[in-house]
């Protein structure tokens, strides 16, 4: 019988060692809520596939604004529900100064000032009647080009209404430079650019539909990236990073930790990760059947994100799980 010489169990013998050598702990600053406001709702509205998540009016908004921001998160994202009444062909109430995403960033800008960093989505997914995130041909393609145009009057119409930083995820190519070149036109420099670099054609976005309360038929494969490639992904990074990204992301996040890894060994910008509604769904949905201990996957999850090389993730559960994180100090 030979003992061993070297004993890694030494270092896990009690809490406070454990905590002495941890390697890898997630901080609320880097965790970054989203958040729904739809127009003309008289009280919040609760998401069934997206338990504890809420679509909310304009006031609940700036109440949940201020509540995440005093919970200690890093940032919010705004995406806004319009009517559909409101919806036309060409996704018009996203550029629109009094559309609802333009107005609940004046809302929580009004609220929260500089407290915490402000973000819009920048995708016409949510304002155009077919629910596609750029504008079509009269053969129902996505066009590109015309895209573009769109995204430029939208990211000026957000900075306009406030927004700290705007995250363009319609996955059009030439998105990043397009904005930020409207941006600077239109005097605003000082407000940077999320790029949803690598983002997936994911089945993951499921409860983020219903959210939003999409109207797409079909799906985004023609603009958003194959599942099994990775490589693309440092090439769309690329792309990004030469057009002015301040910021890239990969999304969805616990499928796509590899691509996370690869993309922090590529860049020096910081990189983001998307922990996307269906992961949430998931989690949730366990727990509820008391299959797992739901805090503990929150936490696990968010920190093996950090682990493969996220720098701050999206996260539903940033206002709770930044409440998690001060307890267990
Ligand atoms: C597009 C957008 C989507 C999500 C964020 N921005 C939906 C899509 O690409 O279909 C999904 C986020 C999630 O699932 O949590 N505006």
Known sequence: MTYPDIRPRRLRRTAALRRLVEETRVAPAELILPLFVKQGLTEPRPISSLPGVLQHT???LRKAAHDAVRAGVGGLMLFGVPEQSAKDETGSAGIDPDGILNAAIRDVIAEVGDSTVVMSDL???EFTSHGHCGVLTADGAVDNDRTLESYAQMGVAQAEAGAHMVGPSGMMDGQIGVVREALDRAGH????VLAYAAKYASA?????REAVESTLQGDRRTYQQDPGNAREALREVDLDVAEGADIVMVKPALPYLDVVRA???RVDVPVAAYQVSGEYAMVEAAAANGWI???RVILESLTSIKRAG????????AAEAAHLLRERL
């Open 58 to 60: 304009r006031e609940s």
């Open 123 to 125: 995708c016409l997914d």
């Open 293 to 295: 201990d739901r805090d």
């Open 263 to 265: 993309v922090r060994e």
């Open 189 to 192: 420099q000082d407000v940077s």
């Open 204 to 208: 993951f976005y499921g409860p983020f």
């Open 310 to 317: 996220a720098q701050m993730t999206l996260t539903y559960w």
